[in-house]
């Protein structure tokens, strides 16, 4: 198995730049992930999230976490547990509105580092989205466009933390599924593993490295590049040693943009069928999602394409 893609930034800056945007390239249509080193984002800033994330989880989510695991008798399950998974999480939504205000418990100071902290990951998730435009053939900034919608995309960062697990065996740290937004970009533990991708039906691990930001493409990017990108299948694997902490942030599109394949990668022959991807309104997709998050994509696909063809979302559509 081939070595999990590294892309370090700042090549792109000088003579190196052709064969950094190939490894892009090559990471986006053979794996749909890849780590991110030298991205701009300083050291200080992302050791001070960690700091502060790890222990807001000890002061204010640990004892809920355990006293959840007890209620619900997980520590000593006897079979697989399929219908949830062994993570304390919270949501932060920074556009189109931020809610960081109205989380509870967040003390002053990590609000304001994780406002910082957004920021910064907003502008390299627009930078990325530029790059896969380079690497497409398509015009810069047309996949921010397509995400704006009318008010702008959706980005917000999913805070979770992984406590050691007595069953791993039994229980997912966070079950196989695939990204149903745009771009995702993941600051995780450096010491605790877990993160798993599937690749030619293998699990890969994806390595923990200080300091990277890890990429992955969702559902959306998939549809927009009419198959040429995919949104792979992913999950974590709880550990019996170690809180692994985790912070994925999904810039995605705004609830009514509409995505379909951009005419410029579907082949030219002036056949509509030729675009493999249904046309639809994102917060549609979204709601299809909810139920089937843990499921295939690709029945997800089928059935936007036949809520097309019945017209249940044509009055949506037609529109945008």
């Given at each position: 198995?081939?070595?999990?893609?590294?892309?370090?930034l700042?090549?792109?800056?000088g003579?190196?730049?052709?064969?950094?945007?190939?490894?892009?390239?090559?990471?986006c249509?053979?794996?749909?992930?890849f780590?991110?080193?030298?991205?701009?984002?300083?050291?200080?800033?992302?050791?001070?999230?960690?700091?502060?994330?790890?222990?807001?989880?000890?002061?204010?989510m640990?004892?809920r976490?355990?006293?959840?695991?007890?209620?619900?008798?997980l520590?000593?399950?006897q079979?697989?547990?399929?219908?949830l998974?062994?993570?304390?999480t919270?949501?932060?939504?920074h556009?189109?509105?931020?809610n960081?205000?109205?989380?509870?418990?967040?003390?002053?100071?990590?609000?304001?580092?994780?406002?910082?902290?957004?920021?910064?990951?907003?502008?390299?998730?627009?930078e990325?989205?530029?790059?896969?435009c380079?690497?497409?053939?398509?015009?810069?900034?047309?996949?921010?466009?397509?995400?704006?919608?009318?008010?702008?995309?959706?980005?917000?960062?999913k805070?979770?933390?992984?406590?050691?697990?007595?069953?791993?065996d039994l229980?997912?740290?966070?079950?196989?599924?695939?990204?149903?937004?745009?771009?995702?970009?993941?600051?995780?533990?450096?010491?605790?593993s877990?993160?798993q991708?599937?690749?030619?039906?293998?699990?890969?691990d994806?390595?923990?490295?200080?300091?990277?930001?890890?990429?992955?493409?969702?559902?959306?990017?998939?549809?927009?590049?009419?198959g040429?990108?995919?949104?792979v299948?992913?999950?974590?694997?709880a550990?019996t040693?170690?809180?692994?902490?985790s912070?994925?942030?999904?810039?995605?599109?705004?609830?009514?943009?509409?995505i379909?394949?951009?005419?410029?990668?579907?082949?030219?022959e002036?056949?509509?069928?030729?675009?493999?991807y249904?046309?639809?309104?994102?917060?549609?997709?979204?709601?299809l999602?909810?139920?089937?998050?843990?499921?295939?994509?690709?029945?997800?696909?089928?059935?936007?394409?036949?809520a097309?063809?019945?017209?249940?979302?044509?009055?949506?559509?037609?529109?945008?």
């Amino acid at each position: 198995m081939e070595n999990f893609p590294i892309i370090n930034l700042e090549k792109l800056n000088g003579s190196e730049r052709a064969d950094t945007m190939e490894m892009i390239k090559d990471a986006c249509e053979n794996w749909g992930f890849f780590e991110l080193v030298n991205h701009g984002i300083p050291h200080e800033v992302m050791d001070t999230v960690e700091k502060l994330t790890k222990g807001h989880y000890k002061k204010c989510m640990e004892q809920r976490f355990k006293e959840l695991v007890a209620s619900k008798g997980l520590e000593a399950v006897q079979a697989e547990v399929t219908d949830l998974d062994w993570e304390s999480t919270f949501f932060l939504r920074h556009l189109p509105v931020s809610n960081i205000c109205e989380v509870p418990d967040l003390d002053d100071q990590y609000r304001e580092v994780m406002r910082d902290f957004a920021k910064r990951l907003e502008k390299l998730a627009e930078e990325l989205l530029d790059l896969l435009c380079e690497n497409l053939g398509l015009e810069k900034g047309y996949l921010k466009k397509v995400f704006y919608g009318t008010k702008g995309p959706n980005f917000g960062t999913k805070v979770s933390n992984y406590p050691p697990c007595p069953k791993p065996d039994l229980i997912k740290g966070l079950r196989a599924h695939t990204d149903a937004g745009g771009i995702i970009l993941l600051f995780q533990d450096d010491k605790v593993s877990g993160l798993q991708l599937l690749k030619d039906g293998q699990w890969i691990d994806v390595p923990p490295m200080r300091h990277s930001i890890v990429v992955n493409l969702g559902d959306q990017l998939e549809v927009i590049t009419n198959g040429k990108y995919k949104s792979v299948m992913h999950r974590v694997i709880a550990q019996t040693d170690g809180t692994r902490m985790s912070l994925a942030s999904f810039y995605n599109p705004g609830n009514d943009a509409v995505i379909f394949p951009a005419p410029t990668l579907v082949e030219k022959e002036g056949e509509e069928s030729k675009a493999v991807y249904p046309k639809f309104v994102f917060d549609d997709y979204m709601k299809l999602y909810a139920g089937l998050k843990f499921q295939a994509k690709e029945p997800r696909f089928e059935a936007m394409i036949k809520a097309m063809e019945t017209g249940v979302k044509c009055d949506l559509i037609a529109t945008a």
